[in-house]
């Protein structure tokens, strides 16, 4: 069972930056697609970011287009840690911002993919 512990949510004015980090408890952590999801009240859970492991022992970090050139997903394999930089934050970015992770390589943007999740950290970013 991998457990993963999220933080680094808060409030923040638009056009201000946060880094959410999330922590997992797998020793296996760096083969793993680890991803952000988000979820916005009465909507539903959306893929943000994921950092996903190749057979050429690189990752390769995909985006959705809402966040693209804005956030920056990372890794830190010594630490079982992966990152999101946001910055030029916007009000519509408001969520619970969601760390999971799946052995899968594909379909990562898709949530049904990932097997652990994080408890969720509230970003509030006001206009």
């Known amino acids: 069972q991998v457990q993963l512990v999220e933080s680094g949510g808060g409030l923040v004015q638009a056009g201000g930056s946060l880094r959410l980090s999330c922590t997992a408890s797998?020793?296996?952590?760096?083969?793993?697609?680890m991803a952000w999801f988000r979820q916005a009240p009465g909507k539903e859970r959306e893929f943000v970011a994921a950092t996903v492991w190749s057979a050429e022992n690189v990752y390769y970090a995909y985006y959705a287009d809402s966040v693209k050139g804005r956030f920056t997903a990372s890794r830190d394999n010594a630490k079982n840690s992966v990152y999101l930089q946001m910055n030029t934050l916007k009000p519509e970015d408001t969520a619970v911002y969601y760390c999971s992770a799946t052995i899968q390589t594909t379909d990562w943007h898709m949530s049904r993919r990932y097997d652990y999740w994080g408890q969720g950290t509230q970003v509030t970013v006001s206009s």
């Open positions: 797998e020793r296996t952590f760096s083969t793993y697609t």
